[in-house]
């Protein structure tokens, strides 16, 4: 049973036996097994023959008439989405003061939404990665800076084979561009009522921190956290349509093994943090994460939960800032105290097998599902950043079956029906 390598230097998406494939992008539930080789390009461009690259995918038998379907196996090549309006990036020596392009007027200072986003993104991943390392006790990260020359750039740090991180990831980028319908979609839910009104490409600028810390112990819990700010302009075929914009965000804990006194820690910070604003705010974003983190094609939850928003625009943005602010600041005291409990216990090649496991779901629900990887694949952001989530190292089993009792079947138990730790 051979462990695949996933590492984040890959420059594509994957190699996926599929049984159908209904669309240029969208992954049916029957994907089981992963592999990354060297297809996609690095910075796909609207204009370069790169970003015309195929992705090439291996159908299985089926049945029925149709693209890839019949007796046998056949080869397709399908185009990748389209990248039409995001910028190659361009590698910087320093960080800047701040991404914001000066033509954004009023939008440039530091006062605006904006520009506190930026600094709060900004802090937050100075704090984070100061805690992550101090975890480490030696370990430090490695830091890229970059920036496109229409406006915006990003930070993006990783920490790789350290003494308890296997891979942490945190990274903030601030984007300007515009999107295809496809991708608007993407960051959008479909049911969205003014979908129908942006038929052609939609302008936007988005700002966001984006972090996966995956640990080396299977009893230290993997964490992913993520806050955006995101605006739309008028469509160019629509001049004059009302600005759009939107938070979203969320932190979640996937753990292979329970100790139930850290998961009920880990949601009381979270809901702390919800209460102070909205007491509403911690059961509905509970459960939405809940359903956001499911796995279809598995029937289960990619972890044990924490909280997840997203297209939240009906409070006032004063507030809503405040409160990603407020979130963003929880996830070092939510999670810290975890790691430092659980790095040095000593553990198995059986507890690390399962580890290796239930990584493999977190690829799978990342790759197939995730909207935010989905939204970066399609606007032609940067690979390395956007792939950053994956860990180095993950395993599938043909048909594993946990044990009944045992506390791997508790894990798998919790992830297919949820629990309400608090």
Known sequence: ?????????????????????????????????????????????????????????????????????????????LPPPKAVAIEKETPENERPSTFLRESDGDNHSPSSVRGRFEKMIRDAQDSVCQAIEAADGGGSFKEDVWSRPGGGGGISRVLQDGAVWEKAGVNVSVVYGVMPPEAYRAAKPADSADLNHMPGPVPFFAAGISSVLHPKNPFAPTLHFNYRYFETDAPKDAPGAPRQWWFGGGTDLTPAYIFEEDVKHFHSVQKSACDKFDPSFYPRFKKWC???????????????????????????QEMLLSFATECSNSVVPAYLPIIEKRKNMPFTDHHKAWQQLRRGRYVEFNLVYDRGTTFGLKTGGRIESILVSLPLTARWEYDHQPEEGSEEWKLLDACINPKEWI
């Open 290 to 316: 809940d359903d956001y983190f499911y796995i279809k094609h598995r029937g289960e939850r990619r972890g044990l939960g924490g909280i997840f928003f997203d297209d939240l625009n009906n409070y006032d």
């Open 1 to 77: 049973m051979a462990m695949a390598a996933l590492s984040s230097s890959s420059s594509s998406l994957a190699f996926f036996p599929l049984s159908s494939f209904p669309t240029p992008f969208r992954i049916p539930s029957t994907s089981a097994t992963l592999t990354f080789p060297s297809f996609f390009p690095k910075s796909p461009t609207p204009t370069s023959a790169s970003s015309r690259s195929r992705m090439m995918m291996m159908m299985g038998r089926g049945r029925g008439r149709g693209r890839g379907r019949g007796r046998g196996s056949s080869h397709i090549f």
